[in-house]
């Protein structure tokens, strides 16, 4: 079965960096397109963007760029996000979640990772 | 962008009895090449991440129950729960596939009276 297996909760302090992973299996991992999401503490869910599986090309949502990455290794269907400059506010669960349909980028999400849980505090 | 606007921020219903949770765009999400509406429904209960329940507005995601049916078209949508049961207990969010960037409502949470 389709399926996005995340990497575990992480504790960081201001200032650094952090990867989060999310593996991809049950499906062509380059047939789909992969989004990542977050969600604060307690609030609703707010879209960071999205990458090609297939060109690796990535576009950001408006206040998720310069400090975040998104990145892939196709040969383990894996897909990263990667956040810099790490401040309180970033604190958060993050999400991978991978699109229905027909693969293309604007779509409904239909898998869901399990979440990273990121905390940021000294 | 386009906004969503979900009301109410939460609804508590009988079990049995039937809730509505409603999402209004701030534009149409109805694409004239296809006649289709670019709105999907979540799920999420606590501790989990969100579960696609309906989308293009209307269609029920396999495995879900029929007593959840999504209704509306063009700014104005709909999230039916029939007969309310102790597991839909949860928030609900819509969201829009429209155009980017893709934008999700702030969230109904329902819960049992």
């Known amino acids: 079965q389709v399926q996005l297996v995340q990497s575990g909760s992480e504790l960081k302090e201001p200032g650094a960096s952090v990867k989060v992973s999310c593996r991809a299996s049950g499906y062509t991992f380059t047939t789909y397109a992969m989004h990542w999401v977050r969600q604060a503490p307690g609030q609703g869910l707010e879209w960071m963007g999205w990458i090609n599986t297939n060109t690796g090309d990535a576009t950001y949502a408006q206040g998720f760029t310069g400090r975040f990455v998104f990145s892939l290794d196709t040969s383990v269907s894996t897909a990263y996000l990667q956040i810099s400059s790490l401040k309180a506010e970033d604190t958060a669960v993050y999400y991978c979640?991978?699109?229905?349909?027909?693969?293309?980028?604007?779509?409904?999400?239909?898998?869901w990772g399990q979440g990273t849980l990121v905390t940021v505090s000294s | 962008d386009i906004v969503m606007t979900q009301s109410p921020d939460s609804l508590t219903v009988s079990l049995g009895e039937r809730a509505t949770v409603n999402c209004k765009s701030s534009?149409?999400?109805?694409?004239?090449?296809?006649?289709?509406?670019?709105l999907a429904w979540y799920q999420q209960k606590p501790g989990q991440p969100p579960k696609l329940v309906i989308y293009w507005a209307s269609t029920r995601e396999s495995g879900v129950p029929d007593r959840f049916g999504g209704s509306g078209s063009g700014t104005d949508f709909s999230l039916t729960i029939s007969s309310l049961q102790a597991e839909d207990v949860a928030v609900y969010y819509c969201q829009q596939y429209y155009s980017s960037p893709l934008t999700f409502g702030g969230g109904t949470k329902v819960e049992i009276k």
């Open positions: 534009q149409s999400v109805l694409h004239s090449s296809n006649n289709k509406n670019y």
């Open positions: 979640a991978r699109v229905g349909g027909n693969g293309y980028y604007l779509s409904w999400f239909d898998t």
